[in-house]
């Protein structure tokens, strides 16, 4: 076709068959002959370990990147010695996890108390960059602000010569700005404002800042709070050889008793944190109907004590928090050495390494137990809490990093 370019191609590809042996080498060079190798190159050879290898190409890697990978593997570690949970409440939108609820679902007061309660049936969210138990409890001791609080105190002397310092706090104190004592006046004993009873955690007294918040914002509400101190703390010193401890349930009983006394018409109501939750449950369950509380709340309590004590030395985390009660009481310690020294060896409790070291050569001493073991059982309040006959709150932390959730009475509770 006209415009259309052609090719052509041979028909036929011949090769001749006789070649000589110079055109046989132009076509198919022969490899050049490589030099004899001698047994010493194939000793040398054969000795390069596969490791050397490794590492030659192992220190071709950028310094920097081998940085990254350590940091990145640190924060892998971070993530898990931490309990971080950042990553999960991403998924979850942050939309914080649903409060659950265990209760004796035949029981009409319990039945109103989940309906009137809507707390009871929101949602806990954490602030997205403390997404860990751990930091929580880190920066709230490190960073927490406690409101201004200025207490009035009274001393109220033990059957045993004791001394145990109540701090009040009231509304006017808070929002007025006024102080009016509080005595056993007429007019003050015809008072039918609801009296709250705080009473702390281990080694904690009036002065600490969660203290402060929950006494601040209860008096702001209306209620008359009072921080009851254990024994040595609040800044008073020991006046007889008892000490107080995690069963230790006749102070909170006598002092209960006193204050339904002073204020007969006040509805009395008791909020126990930590060991001062165990103490307040373990009351409960010993007095039966026969307590003059209308009503309790426990926050965060141990409920088995042999449990937390294994729980708390069983992850290097947690033995940190051990470590740092530990201080704590022997702190405490420190300042009644004078008594201590006399009742228990002095040199065994200093050098004690853990909460259950102080235990065994102070506190079972003090309190007459055979075993650690025996005072942690005997002191548990979830022995008691079945006994309870009125209403009771209990709040816990499922990841809190002392008090396990592995000891929660679940079954007793409902």
Same mark, same amino acid.
């Given at each position: 076709?006209?415009?259309?370019?052609?090719?052509?191609?041979?028909?036929? &590809?011949?090769?001749?068959?006789?070649?000589?042996?110079?055109?046989?080498?132009? &076509?198919?060079?022969?490899?050049?002959?490589?030099?004899?190798?001698?047994?010493?190159?194939?000793?040398?050879?054969?000795?390069?370990?596969?490791?050397?290898?490794?590492? *030659?190409?192992?220190?071709?890697?950028?310094?920097? #990147?081998?940085? +990254?990978?350590?940091?990145?593997?640190?924060?892998?570690?971070?993530?898990?010695?931490?309990?971080?949970?950042?990553?999960?409440?991403? &998924?979850?939108?942050?939309?914080?996890?649903?409060?659950?609820?265990?209760?004796?679902?035949?029981?009409?007061?319990?039945?109103?108390?989940?309906?009137?309660?809507?707390?009871?049936?929101?949602?806990?969210? =954490?602030?997205?960059?403390?997404?860990?138990?751990?930091?929580?409890?880190?920066?709230?001791?490190?960073?927490?602000?406690?409101?201004?609080?200025?207490?009035?105190? #009274?001393?109220?002397?033990?059957?045993?010569?004791?001394? @145990?310092? &109540?701090?009040?706090?009231?509304?006017?104190?808070?929002?007025?700005?006024?102080?009016?004592?509080?005595?056993?006046?007429?007019?003050?004993?015809?008072?039918?404002?609801?009296? +709250?009873? =705080?009473?702390?955690?281990?080694?904690?007294?009036?002065?600490?800042?969660?203290?402060?918040?929950?006494?601040?914002?209860?008096?702001?509400?209306?209620?008359?709070?009072?921080?009851?101190?254990? !024994?040595?703390?609040?800044?008073? %010193?020991?006046?007889?050889?008892?000490?107080?401890?995690?069963?230790?349930?006749?102070?909170?009983?006598?002092? @209960?008793? #006193?204050?339904?006394?002073?204020?007969?018409?006040?509805?009395?109501?008791?909020?126990?944190?930590?060991?001062?939750?165990?103490?307040? =449950?373990?009351?409960?369950?010993?007095?039966?109907?026969?307590?003059?509380?209308?009503?309790?709340?426990?926050?965060?309590?141990?409920?088995?004590?042999?449990?937390?004590?294994?729980?708390?030395?069983?992850?290097?985390? *947690?033995?940190?928090?051990?470590?740092?009660?530990?201080?704590?009481? *022997?702190?405490?310690?420190?300042?009644? *050495? %004078? @008594?201590?020294?006399?009742?228990?060896?002095?040199?065994?409790?200093?050098?004690?390494?853990?909460?259950?070291?102080?235990?065994?050569?102070?506190? !079972?001493?003090?309190?007459?137990?055979?075993?650690?073991?025996?005072?942690?059982?005997? %002191?548990?309040?979830?022995?008691?809490?079945?006994?309870?006959?009125?209403?009771?709150?209990?709040? %816990?932390?499922?990841?809190?990093?002392?008090?396990?959730?592995?000891?929660?009475?679940?079954?007793?509770?409902?």
């Amino acid at each position: 076709m006209p415009g259309t370019p052609t090719f052509t191609y041979p028909s036929i &590809l011949s090769i001749s068959t006789k070649e000589t042996p110079s055109q046989r080498s132009d &076509l198919f060079p022969e490899p050049p002959l490589l030099p004899p190798m001698g047994c010493e190159t194939l000793a040398a050879n054969a000795a390069v370990s596969p490791y050397d290898l490794l590492f *030659q190409a192992l220190a071709l890697i950028p310094v920097s #990147h081998y940085f +990254m990978a350590a940091f990145l593997l640190f924060l892998i570690f971070l993530y898990n010695f931490l309990e971080i949970h950042f990553l999960r409440d991403l &998924l979850t939108l942050f939309r914080g996890d649903p409060v659950t609820l265990t209760y004796n679902s035949c029981s009409d007061l319990c039945q109103s108390v989940v309906a009137k309660c809507k707390i009871l049936h929101g949602r806990y969210s =954490v602030t997205p960059w403390l997404s860990s138990p751990h930091l929580q409890t880190a920066f709230l001791s490190i960073f927490g602000r406690a409101p201004p609080v200025t207490y009035r105190r #009274h001393l109220f002397r033990a059957l045993d010569g004791g001394t @145990i310092a &109540l701090d009040w706090l009231t509304y006017s104190d808070v929002v007025e700005g006024t102080s009016r004592a509080i005595d056993s006046s007429a007019a003050l004993k015809g008072d039918k404002t609801p009296i +709250m009873i =705080v009473i702390p955690g281990l080694t904690s007294d009036s002065a600490s800042a969660y203290v402060k918040h929950l006494a601040f914002n209860m008096a702001r509400q209306g209620w008359n709070v009072l921080v009851s101190n254990h !024994r040595g703390l609040g800044g008073v %010193s020991l006046t007889s050889d008892c000490f107080y401890n995690a069963g230790w349930t006749e102070d909170v009983r006598k002092i @209960i008793d #006193h204050i339904r006394c002073e204020y007969p018409e006040a509805p009395l109501y008791a909020v126990g944190t930590s060991i001062g939750a165990n103490i307040l =449950v373990k009351y409960l369950g010993e007095d039966g109907a026969n307590t003059p509380l209308v009503g309790a709340a426990a926050i965060c309590s141990p409920w088995d004590l042999l449990i937390c004590d294994r729980f708390i030395n069983r992850r290097p985390v *947690q033995k940190i928090y051990d470590r740092v009660l530990t201080v704590g009481l *022997q702190v405490y310690a420190q300042l009644h *050495q %004078s @008594i201590l020294s006399r009742l228990a060896d002095w040199e065994s409790i200093k050098k004690s390494n853990s909460v259950r070291d102080f235990d065994n050569h102070a506190t !079972r001493v003090l309190g007459k137990f055979e075993t650690v073991d025996t005072y942690y059982r005997r %002191s548990s309040s979830t022995n008691y809490v079945e006994n309870v006959s009125v209403p009771l709150l209990c709040i %816990s932390a499922l990841d809190d990093p002392v008090c396990t959730s592995e000891a929660i009475p679940w079954d007793e509770c409902r």
